[in-house]
């Protein structure tokens, strides 16, 4: 029986309060195929803060932009810090039955969620799945959009949508990691 592949996107996205420093940060990785991302996004009041050893200056948001999260400051005229690292293993992979009605999910990493955009819109294919655990399933039919842990609603949306920018709207799948499989260094 040969089965497909579906194209895959693991994730992560966390948030952090930074004690005593007055602002928040929410961090989300993209551990895209040809590459990992690490968005980092400051709220609070502007000020010039230091990360990985370099001043940031967190200023007002400065107009609409496409990456922007609300209420977010910019970081040195840009609504998002982004670093760009080597890719990494696939840490879940997701796979279509040759028939194409049944998935099966794999996860090598603890999952809170996995998510399918079929070309129409979103499913949710699996709640938190352990290290090793796998999963098969008749793709769900009822369809909503994903609310990644601990994002807000119009945060989710924004990088929802960068996922099916890069897709090009074709189908894709999302695994929201638990943990990051290991830390970026910038």
Known sequence: MRKGLLAALLLLSACQ???????RV?????????????????????????????????????????????????????????????????????????????????????????WLYDGVGWVRLTGSLREGEERTLVQPANYQTPRLFPLTEEESAVVLREVLARRGGKPVVVFELREPPCPLSA
Request: no cysteine; net charge negative.
């Open 26 to 114: 929410t961090e989300v990785q993209f551990l895209f195929p040809e590459a990992t991302e690490r968005w980092t996004y400051f709220y609070g009041e502007p000020r010039v803060v230091e990360l990985d050893g370099r001043p940031l200056r967190l200023e007002a948001p400065q107009g609409e932009n496409l990456w922007a999260f609300p209420g977010a400051l910019w970081v040195e005229g840009s609504p998002v810090l982004r670093a760009t690292y080597p890719s990494r293993p696939p840490v879940a992979e997701a796979v279509r039955g040759v028939s194409g009605s049944l998935l099966q999910v794999r996860a090598q990493a603890p999952l809170l969620a996995t």
């Open 17 to 23: 309060v930074l004690e005593g420093s007055g602002y």
